[in-house]
């Protein structure tokens, strides 16, 4: 069965820390994502990355950058955390070519900045 | 600029009804649209999905409607049942040309299903 593993369920982290989040996959998916959930907002697109070494910016990308050495494990940095990351952060992957509406996702990282 | 928009935040339901869920968007290079329900503390569900040039696609319980001059989509759920109480997320995408193609999500919608 599919299955994506977010490292941490619950993470408090101070302001101006650095704040890794991992991902990984065990589906050999060629395609990783990052997105983050706020109430009133959704979910919404930070960075994505479709090969090893690749990346890519979503919607959201300031504050934020991403790193795929190997293709199983997507990480999130958080370079200077901000109270205003706080948030639920989600990662999804999916094979490439992307078989349509096959973005399968962790159960999210609940991250809070102090 | 919300491109993908769920205007109800909440819907209640009776048991054995119909859900219907509605969404609008705006950008008109989506091409493929998805519904994801999400429980509490778990991560989004692949539900049901829709390519532009269908106007339906069924599966099941769920019935997912596409009117494109209308840039609307909705999502019925036939006959609804109490472990669909859920939010429920619509998400839209279009083929960029690259190796992935990221997903638009609406605010979602929380549906509870009266016994």
């Known amino acids: 069965d599919v299955k994506v593993t977010q490292s941490s369920r619950y993470l408090v982290k101070r302001t101006g820390e650095k704040v890794f989040l991992e991902c990984v996959q065990d589906?050999?998916?060629?395609?990783m994502f990052w997105y983050r959930q706020d109430p009133g907002l959704g979910l919404r697109l930070i960075y994505f990355?479709?090969?090893?070494?690749?990346?890519e910016k979503g919607d959201i990308p300031e504050g934020y950058s991403v790193s795929r050495e190997k293709k199983e494990r997507f990480s999130l940095i958080l370079e200077s955390a901000s109270t205003n990351q706080t948030s639920m952060y989600l990662c999804?992957?999916?094979?490439?070519?992307?078989?349509?509406?096959?973005?399968?996702f962790g159960d999210g990282t609940r991250l809070s900045i102090l | 600029d919300q491109q993908v928009k769920q205007n109800s935040p909440s819907l209640s339901v009776q048991e054995g009804r119909i859900s219907i869920l509605n969404c609008d968007y705006t950008n008109s290079m989506f091409d493929y649209f998805l519904w994801y329900k999400k429980y509490p503390a778990e991560g989004p569900t692949f539900l049901i999905s829709i390519s532009s040039i269908k106007d339906k696609n069924e599966d099941g319980r769920f019935t997912v409607f596409l009117n494109k001059s209308a840039k609307h989509l909705s999502l019925h759920i036939v006959p609804s049942q109490p472990g669909d109480s859920a939010v429920y997320f619509c998400a839209a995408t279009f083929y960029s040309g690259g190796g992935a193609d990221g997903l638009t999500f609406g605010k979602g919608t929380h549906l509870i299903i009266q016994p």
């Open positions: 999804a992957s999916s094979l490439r070519p992307q078989r349509r509406g096959a973005q399968h």
């Open positions: 990355s479709y090969d090893v070494k690749m990346k």
């Open positions: 589906m050999d998916h060629e395609n």
